[in-house]
């Protein structure tokens, strides 16, 4: 019985990336250098942004060495007796590798390191990627040999769509007994002559090929380039910020990078005042820390994680921090950057605001404020929308770019506006509870401190953001909970701010308060309109 | 259309000794040509499309032949034309997918298969089942048995695939019976070559047409009386004909080995999988060669019991490889060896799993265990480790990834129109309280995915709104139904709209009108826009939807009181209407056409276009949408109500925040989503849209540059201290 059996590759692409055309080249390149092949794929409606894979088999000996015989190939590719993998996209390489398909007796897997997030990683409140490092890790472990490199910028740069460089990958690894001129052959569409002229794209898709073909044929860059996708950059590494001289002794050194940058960004929200009251809140969270963790055997995480925290919140976004930012000129220069803008063009650039009853009440003084909202409210009560001004603003216009420069200059009613005494009034409910933490337990006051990330944002989601807050130091922080230790507490709250970045509707928040004693959200209402109907009767 | 297939046309055209290389269903095509097909029909749908596809794009050639091509409205109307077999000699092929098409087309099958036919009928169907399948998982073989109709399952090569084709007419015609082909999804994607014969013009055709009609026969009518007297004529004369035709021409394979005392019976298609699960187990080689004996079932129905008798007698043990349940070849080969009184011991479903595609994994799992028990002294070790391996395997890359892997389910394109809909819809529950809604088949149903997830039922295509009226008269709230143009055609209009307007129910009907049905990859319809309005516009930015008004003097001219027609990038003003429809004090059918071109077609007819205007140096506007990432709170919550492939994550340039921020990435249409988004859900202010001016002129370049001056005067220098954050 002959025991020979065809090489067998799997290619994973999602919709739209050329895929089949791929393929289609492979067994064009199989037939015209004399071998059997055969592919298959199951496009349907993945076509439309999903995964999809395409699969080939190529028999090792030449047709014309068969003696008439015929190899039978398998449609579809075979859990552990694959030869090779190629894949434009990491997540779905590592499923492939977690569906049993890669072995490391055998498989070579080829991967970009790019990433095309899908909607269920996209679309959670918190940051919900998957991890990266642990998709490359489990490629690493269960492959004979990996290649890995960023294809989509790989295409990009060369002008060219994925497939042409996976093509040139798959040349570059030896996997298929065929020789680079047979696969650049396939993509010129066998033109007689190899130097003939090519048109645009089939240029900008031999560029592409050559660049993947040397980057898995090259060993020695391949491994350089893959020792600096692997070398993760150190998460606490922050960009130097120069810290003035008297906050450096008063804090200790682990704590100053983030205070350098925290500091920076209160002064310029709101000037020297404003800053000297970030620094007294950060001491007195300082002095809590360290009369609890004196040998300081923690690195002053608390006092850490509240200099960021306590920064962002400070410096909360309104209108004016808005129109501040959009109206600088370094983002003119970014957004033509993202737009990829020629020298010779003109961009105009729109910006969408939608201020609403509260935008403008956050500015206006307490009892006025009241006013305005309590009109919104009655508003709405009638069954009227919420008042607010749809506006698109031309910040490359003269009347647009004024009107952002005088919103940014609102900075003094910002201080005086209702917002703003609301907003300090919570980070004080926020720090006191911070404090009473960590003079009951260190990692208590740590929990709650690093709850200042569910605050962000405007409008509805800075409310929500505010009201899980103050839900959980309510009621997880300070309320007698049922057999409850502080390390309990701890975790209860732990699993309360991963919850209430899961979901925007609280599902999971509210599911893990009552998991840990606590009573759930209230229900916020909702407007519900009945059709109401007599009974019908016929 | 969205692949164009002039490659392939030219293959149809492939004569004697050629050789043609390609896909599986395109061979198909070429077999039918081969046949001297007369007419050709169905309805789109995948993995089949393609035949359809080519011969629609193939008219000039198919019309040199006098083959008449139609692309009719649904399964059953493409099911009714096979009518034309019954008088005449015709040959006829129509194809759809399965088991959703056969379904539609059942009841004329039913009235084809009793009278019978004259001229050859081939039904290709896409047999939609296992990995990639986006249908329901039942097997299109209790059709055939049902309705008597012979069920061809060809081994997955080309050339064995084409040779069935040619067969199956004959066999339809020595039969009486009407064909059917199944094709598995990667059958029909298969990639191979087969050596042509000659096209065949058919002898009755559009240029050679019949002058008379057949005269009457009741015979031929599916009527009764005569409808018992067919049911008899299927059991005695049709079924043994076809039987003959089997064995005189060898339509199914017996393949010899050296365990002479065992066997497997396999479906056709199924052939390759099982070679490769024998050779796992070291009992079949690279050519096919296997070790225990084979019998191919390339005609899974009629099985001719001789012939499987034949096979079984005298043998220790006979596996039966079937795909799916329940297992009719299984049980139909147990009865006659049962009536024979041969007692060879049959294994099927016992040793291989009920459900699912037979892979090569889970055949080698059942294989192994025939083996055990029949093949003692042939060492499984090695198929077990590999088996035991991939299982161990796919435990250690569980543990190590630690959380479940993300799935990644088909989704709008860029810029598709239906997006801000179910965007709309989110925003209208949240004014007026969650509804029932009614999903339908079609790219709209991939609003049951994130972000949106909804939908309560999907009852068939096009019957959201049927599907529905049992539901609002119990219901205090009115309930939605969704429904695209592909399936308000196909079957909704009649289903659903007439029904709704007969009872008199209060009902709302959402249909995309984008012009085509796209899902199954963009095929033209009845109100598609024409060409000529095509060419006509303008501005061939817009949306060309609205120029063809089908739809909508449909639906009028049915007698619907209550219509109105949104565009769907106007999120606030779809909501408003939803919200509209919703509490409205109109108790009878509610109409909403959102109109919008669908985003593939739209890309397909401009990208030339602005290519064109860029080369002859005219002005061109590009528009993108940009998120400001300083201004981006991290939240998301556009995210969640769009979902668009081109609006992801990036990490936070500010090193104070965590969260990664959204952005925009290259590919993006500018469709206008994003902008409309942030304002009618009141969403954060980072987004921007940038208008590039390609090629300005004159007077606009100096207009930028004194408003450039302006601008650098009223932006401050950066202030003191540090940048807020990295720009």
Known sequence: ?538 | MEVSFSKEIEALRLGAGDIFHGEGILAITKGLLQSGVSYVGGYQGAPVSHLLDVMVQAKPYMDELGVHVEACSNEASAAAMLGASIHYPLRGAVTWKSIVGTNVAADALSNLSSPGVTGGVLIVVGEDYGEGASVIQERTHAYALKSSMCLLDPRPDLGRMVDMVEHGFRLSEQSNMPCMMELRIRTCHVRGSFECRDNIAPKISTRALMSEPAGFDYMRLAHPPVTFRHEKLKGEERLPAARRYIIEHGLNETMPGEQADLGIVVQGGLYNALIRGLQQLGLADAFGESAIPLMVLNVTYPLVPEQLADFCVGKRAVLVVEEGQPEYIEQELATLLRRRDIQTPLHGKDMLQAAGEYGVEVLATGLTAFARKWLPGHSIDSAQGWLDGNKSRRAAVAAQLDAPLPNRPPSFCIGCPERPVFSALKLAQLDNGPVHIAADIGCHAFGTFEPFSMGHSILGYGMSLASRAGVSPMMNRRALSIMGDGGFWHNGLLTGVQSALFNGDDAVLLIFKNGYTSATGTQDIISTPDDESKARAIDKLQSMVAENQTIETTLKGLGVQWMRTVHTYRVDRMRATLNEAFTSDYNGLKVIVAEGECQLERQRRIKPWLASLLQRGERVVRVKYGVDEDVCNGDHACIRLSGCPTLTLKDNPDPLKVDPVATVIDGCVGCGLCGENAHAATLCPSFYRAEVVQNPKWYERLLHEWRARFLRWLQPAQRGGQPVSPA
């Not at chain 1, 269960?142 to 790989?154: G, L, Q």
């Not at chain 1, 295409?155 to 994925?162: F, I, L, Q």
């Not at chain 1, 009440?361 to 508003?379: F, K, T, Y």
């Not at chain 1, 509870?433 to 989601?461: D, F, M, P």
Request: aromatic residues 6%; contains cysteine.
């Open chain 1, 1 to 538: 019985m002959n025991r020979t059996s065809p090489i067998t590759l799997l290619i994973c692409a999602l919709g739209g990336e050329g895929g089949g055309v791929l393929t289609e080249w492979l067994v064009d390149i199989a037939r015209h250098a004399g071998y059997a092949a055969q592919s298959t794929s199951i496009p349907g409606v993945a076509q439309r942004t999903g995964a999809t894979t395409y699969y080939l088999e190529v028999f090792p000996v030449p047709l014309a060495q068969l003696g008439g015989r015929r190899p039978v190939f398998s449609l579809s590719p075979v859990p552990g007796t694959l030869d090779g993998i190629v894949s434009s996209e990491m997540l779905e390489t590592a499923r492939q590798v977690g569906n049993g398909m890669a072995v490391p007796q055998r498989t070579l897997v080829i991967t970009s390191s790019a990433r095309t997030l899908t909607t269920a990683e996209r679309m959670q409140p918190g940051d919900g990627r998957a991890d990266a490092q642990r998709l490359l890790d489990t490629v690493k472990s269960f492959s004979r040999e990996h290649h890995v490199f960023d294809m989509s910028a790989m295409a990009r740069e060369c002008g060219t769509v994925v497939s042409a460089v996976m093509l040139g990958a798959i040349a570059g690894s030896g996997l298929l007994p065929f020789p680079r001129e047979a696969y650049e052959a396939v993509v010129r569409g066998h033109a007689s002559d190899p130097r003939a002229q090519v048109d645009k794209a089939t240029a900008a898709s031999l560029r592409g090929f050559a660049r993947a073909f040397d980057a898995v044929s090259t060993p020695r860059a391949q491994a350089a380039l893959v020792t600096r996708l692997l070398a993760t950059p150190e998460p606490d590494a922050l960009a130097p910020t120069p810290l003035p001289d008297d906050l450096a002794l008063a804090f200790p050194q682990p704590v100053h990078a983030m205070l350098a940058l925290g500091h920076a960004r209160v002064l310029d929200y709101q000037g020297a005042d404003y800053a000297a009251l970030y620094i007294e809140r950060l001491q007195r969270v300082l002095a809590t820390e360290q009369a609890a963790d004196p040998a300081g055997t923690n690195a002053f995480a608390i006092t850490r994680e509240i200099a960021r925290w306590l920064a962002l919140w400070m410096a909360f976004d309104d209108i004016v921090r808005v129109a501040e930012l959009k109206s600088r000129a370094s983002r003119i220069r970014r957004v033509h950057a993202e737009v990829k803008a020629g020298p010779d063009d003109i961009v105009k650039v729109y910006d969408h605001f939608k201020p609403g009853a509260p935008e403008v009440a956050a500015l206006l003084p307490a009892a006025l404020a009241d006013r305005v909202i309590a009109w919104d409210r009655a508003r709405q009560a009638r069954g009227k929308a919420p008042w607010a001004v749809p506006l698109k603003i031309g910040a490359h216009s003269v009347l647009g770019m004024a009107s952002l420069r005088w919103l940014a200059s609102l900075r003094g009613l910002r201080q005086r506006g209702s917002r703003f005494a609301d907003e300090q009034a919570l980070i004080d409910r926020w720090l006191a509870a911070v404090v009473a933490g960590t003079r009951n337990n260190w990692r208590l006051g740590h929990e709650i401190a690093l709850c200042g990330r569910l605050i962000k944002g405007y409008g509805s989601t800075n409310e929500r953001g505010k009201a899980n807050l103050l839900h959980v130091i309510n009621h997880l922080a300070s309320e007698p909970l049922p057999k409850c230790t502080p390390t309990k507490r701890a975790d209860a709250i732990a699993a309360a701010r991963t919850a209430a970045l899961a979901d925007d509707a609280g599902i999971a928040l509210d599911a893990a308060l009552v998991r840990h004693g606590a009573p759930p959200r209230p229900v916020v209402a909702q407007p519900i309109r009945w059709m109401k109907r007599a009974p019908q009767v016929r």
